[in-house]
């Protein structure tokens, strides 16, 4: 495969060291076989590489390529009623409870089939590759039944062979209980979720299981029969955690190893100490928070204080965040929730990845997979500064621009 010498270039490794972004001035990076195999300041470049045919940046900037690792992006129709219900004062978890909500995206992804669910999200797919995006995780759990929920991860899969870009699903099957078990949601984990699971898994179809932790949709107890399931089947759970309310939900994915606990707004200090001592990351979803107009913010500074990475993702989805945009999501946690751009950075690159079990991507490093962003900005901070502005320049999804 092609080697190609990247020079003239500002370089974000995103390597953890004494300078902010892992920032070169001067920098040079060269990839072969889909994998970056020097980065340097361009003066330490060794010979052997330096005659590879080149591309000039003309000072233009390369970070990681950006990796959103909370997406619903999947989805049958739109719940822009809700939205203008919602401008008149009724609350998500109203509209959940009179039946809106998931169970209405459940309407609506049922009755598509494979092909039509792939055509809806490629248009927001594409969205995201227009902004630097190379990794995608996409969630199941509007489908809440064995057939829906592989139909839903099968157009997933789909999607990262249908484009440039890294594709990770997540089995979603405990996010609502279904209108046909209404009031029986042990049961629907018990006859449905594990089996859907089971299938899925069995097809190749699942990177991580996700569940939802709420008085809206599944006590930490069914959480844990899923998780346990999940643990015996080899696969790494996450969990939708004190979004609403603290159910202890982030301490029960501590208990699993959970790669990431997700939103977070109502995590207590302990909370917070048990995702530390597990190593699991806090993924925090600034559109949801905005969206639904809530006031309390994640735990910032107990994230800070207890050292634990803080990934940023769109969480894009119909109902809680009709957000498209990284940027913008880097944007809002920033502004919203006081991340410095450069912790705003990170999080939608190398915590991200690790948000998503991903050790090949995520920073600037020979040996890591070649999935770039480059940017006709002069500072990495730029990034999260403007709103509604996408500076990108081009893209490069392993090794290919
Ligand atoms: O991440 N919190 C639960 N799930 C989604 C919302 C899903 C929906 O409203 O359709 C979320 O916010
Ligand atoms: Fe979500």
Same mark, same amino acid.
């Given at each position: 495969?092609?080697?190609?010498?990247?020079?003239?270039?500002?370089?974000?490794?995103?390597?953890?060291?004494?300078?902010?972004?892992?920032?070169? $001035?001067?920098?040079?990076?060269?990839?072969? /076989?889909g994998?970056?195999?020097?980065?340097?300041?361009?003066?330490?470049?060794?010979?052997?590489?330096?005659?590879?045919?080149?591309? $000039?940046?003309?000072?233009?900037? #390369?970070?990681?390529?950006?990796?959103?690792?909370?997406?619903?992006?999947?989805?049958?129709?739109?719940r822009?009623?809700?939205?203008?219900?919602?401008?008149?004062?009724?609350? +998500?978890?109203?509209?959940?409870?009179?039946?809106?909500?998931?169970?209405?995206?459940?309407?609506?992804?049922?009755?598509l089939?494979?092909?039509?669910?792939?055509?809806?999200?490629?248009?927001?797919? !594409?969205?995201?590759?227009?902004?630097?995006?190379?990794?995608?995780?996409?969630?199941?759990g509007?489908?809440? !039944? #064995?057939?829906?929920?592989?139909?839903?991860?099968?157009? %997933?899969?789909?999607?990262?062979?249908?484009?440039p870009?890294?594709?990770?699903?997540?089995?979603?099957? @405990?996010h609502?209980?279904?209108?046909?078990?209404a009031?029986?949601?042990? %049961?629907?984990?018990?006859?449905?979720?594990?089996?859907?699971?089971?299938?899925?898994h069995?097809?190749?179809?699942? $990177?991580?299981?996700?569940?939802?932790?709420?008085?809206?949709?599944?006590?930490?107890?069914?959480?844990?029969?899923?998780?346990?399931?999940?643990?015996?089947?080899?696969?790494?759970?996450?969990?939708?955690?004190?979004?609403?309310? /603290?159910?202890?939900?982030?301490?029960?994915?501590?208990?699993?190893?959970?790669?990431?606990?997700?939103?977070?707004? +109502?995590?207590d200090?302990?909370?917070?100490?048990?995702?530390?001592?597990?190593?699991?990351?806090?993924?925090?979803?600034?559109? %949801?928070? +905005?969206?639904?107009?809530?006031?309390?913010?994640?735990?910032?500074?107990?994230?800070?204080? +207890?050292? #634990?990475?803080m990934?940023?993702?769109?969480?894009?989805?119909?109902?809680?965040?009709?957000?498209?945009?990284?940027?913008?999501? &880097? /944007? &809002?946690?920033?502004?919203?929730?006081?991340?410095? %751009?450069?912790?705003?950075?990170e999080?939608?690159?190398r915590?991200?990845?690790?948000?998503?079990?991903?050790?090949?991507?995520g920073?600037?490093? @020979?040996?890591?997979? @070649?999935d770039?962003?480059?940017?006709?900005? !002069?500072?990495?901070?730029e990034?999260?500064?403007?709103?509604?502005? /996408?500076?990108?320049?081009?893209?490069?999804?392993?090794? $290919?621009?």
């Open positions: 495969m092609q080697k190609i010498l990247y020079t003239n270039a500002r370089i974000a490794t995103m390597v953890q060291g004494d300078t902010p972004y892992g920032l070169l $001035d001067h920098g040079a990076l060269a990839t072969e /076989n994998k970056i195999v020097w980065c340097g300041n361009r003066v330490d470049l060794p010979s052997r590489i330096s005659s590879w045919p080149k591309h $000039d940046l003309e000072s233009r900037l #390369i970070t990681p390529g950006l990796i959103d690792c909370h997406t619903h992006v999947v989805h049958g129709g739109e822009s009623k809700e939205f203008a219900l919602r401008l008149e004062g009724a609350s +998500y978890e109203e509209i959940a409870r009179a039946g809106g909500g998931i169970l209405s995206t459940l309407k609506a992804t049922r009755s089939s494979e092909d039509q669910l792939i055509d809806e999200a490629l248009p927001r797919v !594409d969205e995201m590759i227009g902004e630097g995006v190379t990794t995608l995780e996409i969630k199941s509007y489908g809440l !039944d #064995i057939e829906n929920e592989v139909k839903m991860l099968r157009a %997933a899969r789909r999607i990262g062979k249908l484009r870009l890294r594709v990770k699903t997540s089995f979603l099957g @405990a609502a209980v279904p209108p046909e078990f009031g029986r949601a042990d %049961a629907y984990i018990e006859e449905i979720c594990l089996s859907a699971l089971e299938a899925a069995q097809q190749g179809l699942v $990177d991580a299981v996700d569940g939802f932790c709420e008085g809206i949709a599944f006590s930490p107890q069914q959480i844990e029969r899923v998780f346990t399931l999940a643990q015996s089947l080899g696969l790494p759970v996450k969990l939708h955690a004190e979004q609403l309310s /603290n159910l202890d939900g982030a301490r029960l994915a501590a208990k699993f190893h959970a790669l990431s606990a997700d939103h977070l707004e +109502y995590l200090e302990p909370g917070v100490a048990a995702m530390a001592k597990a190593g699991t990351i806090a993924v925090i979803l600034p559109g %949801a928070f +905005y969206t639904l107009g809530e006031k309390t913010k994640p735990p910032v500074a107990l994230f800070r204080k +207890y050292r #634990i990475p990934a940023v993702a769109t969480d894009c989805n119909p109902g809680s965040s009709p957000l498209f945009s990284i940027l913008l999501t &880097m /944007n &809002m946690a920033c502004t919203l929730f006081q991340l410095t %751009a450069e912790e705003a950075l999080g939608a690159t915590h991200a990845a690790h948000a998503l079990g991903l050790d090949d991507c920073t600037i490093t @020979a040996g890591k997979r @070649a770039l962003a480059i940017w006709n900005v !002069d500072h990495p901070r990034l999260s500064y403007r709103i509604g502005f /996408n500076p990108l320049y081009s893209r490069v999804l392993g090794g $290919d621009i």
